[in-house]
C-alpha cells in the first residue's frame, strides 16, 4: 500500500521560512517521481512541484523561486523548503506519486503565512 505522511507546516509570518516534509512508504522515491500539492480554504487543490527519480525538479510559477523540492533517497523521504513565504501560501500541502493516482491522500500538513 502506497501511503504519503507530511509533516512540518505551521504558523510563520510573511517573509518566513518552513520546512515540510514527506515519508513516502510502499514504494521507492528513487524509482518514482513525487510531488507537492496546495489546497487553500474554498480553492481546489493544485501542483506545487515536483521531483524525478534522479532528482530533476520543476516549479509552478507561482512559487518558483522561492521553493525548492529534495529528497533523501535513504530515508524514502521528499522535502519542501519553502523561503519568501506570503500569505497566498496559506494552505494544506499535500505529497503523492503522480504514477500512482489511485493512491490515497495523506493527511496533509498546515501552512498558515500572517501578512
Known amino acids: 500500500q502506497v501511503r504519503f505522511v507530511e509533516s512540518g507546516g505551521g504558523l510563520v509570518q510573511a517573509g518566513g521560512s518552513l520546512r515540510l516534509s514527506c515519508v513516502v512508504s510502499?514504494?521507492?522515491?528513487?524509482?518514482?517521481?513525487i510531488a507537492w500539492y496546495r489546497q487553500a480554504s474554498g480553492n481546489q487543490r493544485e501542483w506545487v512541484a515536483v521531483?524525478?527519480?534522479?532528482?530533476?525538479?520543476n516549479y509552478a510559477d507561482s512559487i518558483r523561486g522561492r521553493f525548492t523540492i529534495s529528497k533523501s533517497n535513504t530515508r524514502n523521504t521528499v522535502y519542501l523548503q519553502m523561503n519568501s513565504l506570503k500569505p497566498e501560501d496559506t494552505a494544506v500541502y499535500y505529497c503523492?506519486?503522480?504514477?500512482?493516482?489511485?493512491?490515497?491522500w495523506g493527511q496533509g500538513t498546515q501552512v498558515t503565512v500572517s501578512s
Open positions: 521531483i524525478t527519480e534522479r532528482g530533476a525538479a
Open positions: 503523492r506519486a503522480p504514477d500512482y493516482p489511485r493512491s490515497a
Open positions: 510502499g514504494i521507492t522515491i528513487t524509482n518514482n517521481p
